[in-house]
């Protein structure tokens, strides 16, 4: 399991980059260049996002695990429950921490989206610069259609 959602994409997009770069230089080696500063910037982003998010992100999944946790045991007590007339208790701490879940789902999905629209602008923005820069050069005659 590790090794198929860790290593695996890693080494994909370590070797998939490393031979786009090596075919970019075979036609011009700026082009080369330009595709590895951006493939090097490409490994600051995650990296940013997990900083960014990582917090709030534990904190979701430990709320979520102790909301599963209180559930499951409100529904092995759900006998004593209902003999000690529990029930308004329970389930207003359950909306209480459903509630406090919501607030974290809201935050995670906000911050997911701004690292999406980062993440897009910064794959937009180096393949306008690709675009620029292979056309200058086909402008200057260094390299043909």
Same mark, same amino acid.
């Given at each position: 399991?590790?090794?198929?959602?860790t290593i695996s994409p890693i080494m994909?997009?370590?070797?998939?980059?490393?031979?786009?770069?090596?075919?970019?230089?075979?036609?011009?080696?700026?082009?080369?260049?330009?595709?590895?500063?951006?493939?090097?910037?490409?490994?600051?982003?995650?990296?940013?996002?997990?900083?960014?998010?990582?917090? +709030?992100?534990?904190e979701f999944r430990t709320s979520f695990?102790?909301?599963? =946790? #209180?559930?499951?045991?409100? !529904?092995? @007590?759900?006998?004593?429950?209902?003999?000690?007339?529990?029930?308004?208790?329970?389930?207003?701490?359950?909306?209480?921490?459903?509630?406090?879940?919501?607030?974290?789902?809201?935050?995670?999905?906000?911050?997911?989206? +701004?690292?999406?629209?980062?993440?897009?602008?910064?794959?937009?923005?180096? =393949? #306008?610069?690709?675009?620029? !820069?292979? @056309?200058?050069?086909?402008?200057?005659?260094?390299?043909?259609?």
């Open positions: 399991m590790f090794y198929a959602h994909i997009a370590l070797l998939t980059s490393a031979v786009m770069v090596i075919f970019m230089g075979r036609y011009s080696p700026a082009a080369a260049v330009y595709a590895a500063a951006v493939y090097i910037i490409g490994i600051f982003i995650p990296l940013w996002n997990g900083k960014r998010g990582g917090q +709030t992100g534990m695990g102790e909301l599963n =946790s #209180f559930v499951l045991s409100a !529904l092995r @007590g759900l006998s004593e429950t209902i003999q000690y007339g529990m029930g308004k208790e329970k389930r207003h701490e359950m909306q209480e921490r459903s509630e406090k879940l919501g607030k974290m789902q809201r935050k995670l999905s906000c911050l997911e989206g +701004t690292q999406r629209a980062v993440t897009n602008f910064v794959i937009l923005f180096a =393949s #306008f610069g690709m675009l620029f !820069l292979m @056309g200058e050069m086909y402008r200057q005659g260094e390299i043909g259609f």
